[in-house]
């Protein structure tokens, strides 16, 4: 998931425990590990970013299920909210419907990492303010590998964002986190898209983020960061808090 995915959420909007690592939420950059055969994942989330005038982002479920081995299914449901000008206005948001398969496992003695295809349907649930009025979808590759208590991952892809004005686009990310104890995880990322329309411009923007696992099946994930490249038109800075259910 992606938490402000590099797909969309917030930026559309406003225009881990050791091995295997927890990657994905609370990062932009997601991971290439499925949720494990049988067992679910739910993040209960709120995010948000700032552009020049305007604050939004969205809160919701993003529901993750392992339905077979090496394979994830993803469904995330939110609301959308926007405040301009002092006024706020809320609505549905973009659904997406995505599924994850891993197609290669990271090698215990080498450096071959995992790696997954993670293909995810944005559906035009939302009204303009809050998102595209036509299907996008994000075609990824996600790479990743656990060395001792740190893991590093990241990829990227192509997201197809049909529409007048709007553009094809692609977008990238890295991440890098450490494990400190069982409970704690602390972790950086860097992230980037060219521009998503024709009046839009490329953004790049870091995050800090943290998950600390509260019990065996609950965990609190937290995330922010500014923008470092067109930060004014694109984004100044974003966050992301989500409580995680695992069973």
């Known amino acids: 998931m992606r ?6 959420g917030i930026a559309g909007a406003a225009l881990a425990i050791a091995t295997p690592a927890l990657a994905g939420p609370p990062y932009v950059t997601d991971d290439p590990q499925p949720t ?21 982002g969205e809160t919701g479920l993003d529901i993750n299920y ?11 449901v939110p609301a959308a909210y926007e405040r301009t000008g002092g006024a706020w206005h809320t609505g549905m948001g ?3 419907a995505a599924a994850k398969f891993k197609v290669l496992h990271q090698a215990k003695d080498g450096w071959t990492p995992d790696v997954a295809i993670f293909p995810r349907l944005f559906l035009p649930t939302a009204r ?10 994000l075609l990824p590759v996600w790479a990743g590998k656990d060395l001792g208590p740190w893991s590093v991952f990241g990829g990227g892809g192509y997201q197809l964002n049909p529409g007048a004005g709007n553009r094809d686009f692609w977008q990238t990310g890295l991440a890098l986190t450490r494990a400190l104890g ?9 992230f980037h898209h060219t521009r ?32 470092l490249q067109n930060a004014r038109q694109e984004g100044r800075y974003d966050v992301y808090l989500a409580l995680l259910a695992t069973y």
């Open 128 to 137: 303009a303010e809050f998102g595209p009025r036509r299907a996008n979808l």
């Open 3 to 8: 938490r402000v995915r590099l797909a969309g």
């Open 36 to 56: 494990d055969r049988g067992h679910w994942e739910v993040y209960s989330f709120v995010n948000g970013a700032h552009v020049t005038g305007s604050t939004a």
């Open 94 to 96: 973009v659904v997406e």
């Open 196 to 227: 998503e329309a024709n009046d839009g411009k490329a953004f790049t923007g870091a995050n800090l983020g943290m998950t600390y696992k509260l019990t065996d099946h609950w965990a609190l994930l937290a995330s922010g960061g500014p923008g």
């Open 182 to 190: 069982e409970r704690l995880t602390l972790g950086a990322e860097v």
């Open 66 to 76: 392992g339905a077979a081995p090496d394979t994830q299914l993803t469904l995330v």
